[in-house]
């Protein structure tokens, strides 16, 4: 038997590891959380105990998702324990292995867990009334996340496996939408509305319109509707410039006489001068607001001009200058419309983030840049109709205002498709995207 451990950021990185490295048979004997992320120990030719049955199990994948909604279910009921009166119990998962200790395989069916009735908590001496011990707390989530990410890895690949096996048109029509980039949940949502078509050709074209239709633009372009603009988002999306665009853009067809530049950036080096070279060029004011200063008084004397833009410091998420920020947005005096700017160049992980940081000022929709650059646009499509972020302009190069257009749906898919990954995807891919789709609400492949 060989044994071996595995070091990554986190656990689906770390499954990577194992199967790369010892391949779809390897057994995971054990896991725990390390400093920068998690330790997976896996065994290849793992001596399974004399007791487990050996006989095909046709229904693993039914037993399989009957555990995790048991993981979420227990997840929700320590949550609320934890909130009702800051004790736990781990009575709660009596038969829940926290521990991998045997590989999820067809030959191997899992037991049916059982559930002890929690105990009732003793009362609790007065020295220890200020709750449970956190990383107790913390300790017990992480197990149960991890198992929760084992589980979803074993069930993609199970699914994705399933699906090859008894529908290889589908299975084809998903691998494509892979290369485009697109998530698992929207693949799985747009081959539902084909089911019908058979013809490959025929299908992939019908998916195609369905997934034009999906994209949400504006009836009637932001900036001929005028108002306060407001461009939000992480460092390095390209407000500052998507900015200068739209000014140059409305000058050119208006005037400068009916548009102001607003720079809430007081924090990146070289942002207001910036801005300050843009207002001499147009010819239009510019006002800085500071931090702590009322943005609804910076904004009075702005308010006969048909369109004032502002420009937004990006900041990490955990800063408190990005709460106050966002929260001045959100002014009732202010009433801007408030456009998560967006890299098509950014990965899944960083556009995820992005839109639940700055989400709290309520977006009126989505700006998509640097679409010269990027390498996929499913990622960022994904995103936009998954939140129902409506798309309101997209830039594809540095020329002001030139590269600056307002959205087209069939276009945008059709060069998403030209972009696409030219190799097929891999085995492990096609088995992240189906665990992809067991995160959402309704989980049905195939």
């Known amino acids: 038997m060989q044994v071996k451990r595995f070091f990554a950021a986190d656990m689906r990185q770390a499954m990577k590891l194992v199967r790369d490295e010892l391949g779809a048979d390897a057994a995971i004997i054990g896991n725990r959380r390390i400093a920068g992320g998690v330790e997976l120990t ?27 909604s048991r993981i979420v279910t227990a997840q929700a009921e320590l949550s609320l324990r ?24 067809a030959a191997e069916p899992l037991s049916e867990p059982t559930y002890a009735a929690p105990a009732r908590p003793a009362p609790a ?11 107790a707390l913390d300790s017990m989530r992480f197990e149960l996340n991890s198992l929760r990410e084992l589980m979803e890895v074993q069930l993609g690949t199970l699914a994705w496996n399933q699906l090859q096996g008894s529908r290889p048109a589908q ?8 290369r485009i980039g697109l998530s698992g949940p ?19 074209r019908m998916l195609l319109a369905h997934l034009a239709r999906m994209i949400a633009v504006p009836e009637v372009e932001p900036l001929e509707e005028g108002g306060v603009i407001a461009m939000v988002g992480p460092a390095g999306m390209g407000k500052t410039t998507t900015l200068a665009k739209l000014a140059a853009r409305y000058v050119l067809k208006y005037g400068a006489q009916n548009v102001a530049l607003v720079s809430m950036d007081s924090f990146r080096i070289g942002a207001q001068e910036q801005l300050k070279t843009l207002g001499r060029i147009l010819n239009v004011p510019v006002t800085h607001v500071d931090p702590g200063q009322s943005l609804v008084q910076a904004l009075d004397p702005l308010l006969r001009k048909r369109v004032v833009l502002i420009d937004t410091a990006g900041l990490q998420a955990s800063d408190p200058a990005l709460r106050m920020q966002l929260e001045s947005l959100a ?21 995820t983030a992005a839109y639940h940081s700055y989400k709290r000022c309520g977006l009126a929709g989505c700006i998509l840049t640097k679409l010269d650059e990027t390498a996929s646009l499913g990622e960022v499509l994904s995103l936009a109709i998954s939140h129902e972020l409506p798309v309101a302009y997209l830039t594809d190069g540095p020329r002001i205002p030139d ?7 069939h276009q945008l898919v059709s060069r998403a498709v030209s972009v696409q990954m030219q190799e097929e995807p891999s085995e492990e891919a096609m088995a992240d995207m189906f665990a992809d789709i067991y995160h959402s609400p309704t989980k049905q492949v195939g």
């Not at 299975?171 to 892979?178: D, E, H, I, V």
């Not at 929207?186 to 992939?204: F, G, H, V």
């Open 42 to 68: 896996a065994a290849l030719d793992y001596k399974l105990s004399a007791l487990a049955p050996r006989v095909p199990n046709m229904e693993l994948e039914d037993e399989l998702r009957k555990t995790q």
């Open 403 to 409: 590269d600056l257009h307002l959205p087209r749906r």
């Open 331 to 351: 002014g009732r005096g202010i009433r801007s419309k408030n456009y998560l700017v967006l890299a098509t160049t950014s990965q899944k992980q960083v556009l």
């Open 125 to 135: 001496p007065a020295q220890a009334s200020g709750g449970v011990d956190p990383r």
């Open 82 to 105: 934890g909130e009702a009166d800051g004790n736990t119990n781990r009575q709660l998962f009596t038969g829940l292995p926290l521990t991998a200790g045997l590989p999820l395989t």
């Open 171 to 178: 299975a084809n029509l998903y691998r494509r939408l892979q």
């Open 186 to 204: 929207l693949s799985r949502d747009l081959l539902a509305m084909i089911t019908d078509i058979e013809e490959p050709r025929q299908a992939w």
